[in-house]
């Protein structure tokens, strides 16, 4: 029986975007088949194959040995490391070995840039990536994440400092992440809009779910640890006190940044992460949390600060530089910095 043309068309539509995978987006989004356009596709495609080996054995990482639970050492960042970080950041690096895309990786779970020597004659680019953001979650099966920023090699980094690196969020090529949840979802932006995948298992690709996510302009949520109120600045503990008492607003709060940014993407309102007393210059990193995910929220119309200044605006000094982070609705954002801005009018 023959098919009604609206029949052919949603169906026409729906294997359209079936075959709409990431490398074929990236291409779209650049409009260019050109090399630089052919690098950045094949490099978001080894970051979905990341997501794919991540994504899987964390489906059945409880069925496994050894795959939860601490290794027992030390980050350079002084956390406990979880078995699960390492596996993750080992699968970043070995999904660009023989790639000759990217010379260098810098992770959070590395003091030191990785250089993947065989990419470094040619490979002009370097990942800096979170291999699981909000680890603490894995072993109570809770969503994590994997955050991730891909910048241009400038320069010959003869000393294997990457002190090219040490430059503001603007210059960021792409940068996304995947949130690993009841289904795993990609969001990736080129400067071009902001885009989600989800993952097939059936097919084991990454297809298109969303393109041109826009961050509502308000939204109810804030999302903070309350439980570091008593080592806030006055402006933090009054715009708390202020979402308090002012009917609208509603706190959700995972220990997982990549989710509670998602649920702020898609919802609107704020997260937040302020300096502490012992943290005076925030928790998160710079080059490999906090910038790419303000990149992507003014990608969605948002906007993500530091309380002071514009986040993207932040040049680092050191490769682990932490900032406070203030990211989300561009409403709620000003809201949280008028309430800093008056603490030191009163000062
Ligand atoms: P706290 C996870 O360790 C992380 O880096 C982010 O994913 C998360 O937003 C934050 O730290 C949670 O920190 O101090 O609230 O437990």
Redesign the pocket.
């Known amino acids: 029986m023959s098919q009604t043309q609206s029949e052919y068309t949603v169906s026409q539509h729906s294997l359209d975007r079936d075959c709409t995978t990431l490398s074929r987006h990236v291409l779209e989004q650049l409009n260019s088949f050109g090399p630089e356009a052919q690098d950045l596709s094949a490099i978001m495609n080894r970051i979905a194959l990341a997501g794919k080996l991540i994504s899987r054995r964390l489906s059945r990482a409880g069925l496994m040995a050894g795959v939860l639970g601490f290794t027992g050492e030390e980050n350079i960042q002084g956390e406990s490391v979880k078995k699960m970080d390492i596996y993750a950041n080992d699968v970043f690096i070995s999904v660009f070995k023989q790639s000759g895309l990217v010379c260098r990786l810098a992770s959070e779970e590395m003091e030191k840039p990785y250089y993947i020597p065989e990419n470094c004659p040619i490979g002009r680019y370097t990942l800096l990536y979170d291999p699981i953001?909000?680890?603490?979650n894995v072993d109570i099966n809770l969503n994590v994440g994997s955050i991730f920023s891909i910048r241009q090699q400038q320069g010959e980094d003869l000393d294997g400092e990457a002190k090219d690196l040490f430059q503001d969020g603007h210059q960021q090529l792409a940068a996304g992440y995947i949130l690993y949840g009841p289904s795993t979802l990609l969001v990736y932006s080129l400067g071009n809009g902001v885009h989600s995948f989800i993952l097939d298992p059936s097919l084991g690709e990454f297809i298109l779910a969303e393109e041109n996510i826009k961050v509502p302009v308000h939204g109810p949520v804030y999302s903070v640890?309350e439980g570091?109120f008593w080592q806030w600045d006055n402006g933090i503990r009054d715009y708390i006190r202020y979402m308090h008492r002012h009917e609208g607003y509603t706190a959700r709060y995972s220990?997982?940044?990549?989710g509670?940014f998602h649920r702020i993407l898609m919802q609107g309102g704020v997260f937040l992460?302020p300096g502490t007393v012992k943290k005076p210059e925030g928790?998160?990193r710079l080059l490999y949390?906090s910038a790419p995910l303000a990149f992507l929220i003014e990608q969605a119309g948002g906007k993500a600060s530091t309380g002071k200044e514009n986040l993207l605006d932040v040049i680092p000094d050191k490769l682990h530089a932490r900032t406070p982070l203030i990211i989300g609705s561009l409403e709620d954002v000003k809201l949280v910095e008028s309430f800093i801005e008056d603490s030191y009018k009163q000062k």
């Not at 953001?133 to 603490?136: F, L, Q």
């Not at 220990?255 to 990549?258: E, I, K, N, Y």
Request: zero cysteines.
């Open positions: 953001d909000g680890s603490s640890n570091n220990g997982a940044l990549v509670d992460y928790k998160l949390e």
